[in-house]
């Protein structure tokens, strides 16, 4: 059973910082890009930063880039998102996601999603 178990959401003031972790299980991790999106209520989800197999490239949204980290440890099936220099902007839901292609078609799984609130 494909899982992805999201953590270190919270509260934090403008200008701090938070590390979201995913820990995957069910598949085989290494072998899928990894993606972190938000949603905010009455907005779709956006993507906010993706990363690949192996880490050797990764893409930010454009309102995050160079704030926010997106890295991983295969050997520890988790991906991470380092958020650094937040903005009350920022605050939503962040949810870890794999998109698997198979035989039967194109599967997104989530998260259960992680709270993020900048606030003072």
């Known amino acids: 059973q494909l899982q992805l178990v999201e953590g270190g959401g919270g509260l934090v003031q403008p200008g701090g910082s938070l590390r979201l972790s995913c820990v995957a299980s069910?598949?085989?991790?290494?072998?899928?890009?990894m993606s972190w999106y938000r949603q905010t209520p009455g907005k779709e989800r956006e993507l906010v930063a993706t990363i690949t197999n192996i880490g050797t490239s990764t893409r930010y949204l454009d309102s995050v880039e160079g704030r926010f980290t997106i890295s991983r440890d295969n050997a520890k099936n988790t991906v991470y998102l380092q958020m650094n220099s937040l903005k009350p902007e920022d605050t939503a839901v962040y949810y870890c996601?794999?998109?698997?292609?198979?035989?039967?078609?194109?599967?997104?799984?989530w998260g259960q999603g992680a709270q993020v609130t900048v606030s003072s």
């Open positions: 069910g598949f085989t991790f290494s072998n899928y890009g």
């Open positions: 996601n794999v998109r698997i292609t198979s035989w039967s078609g194109v599967i997104d799984y």
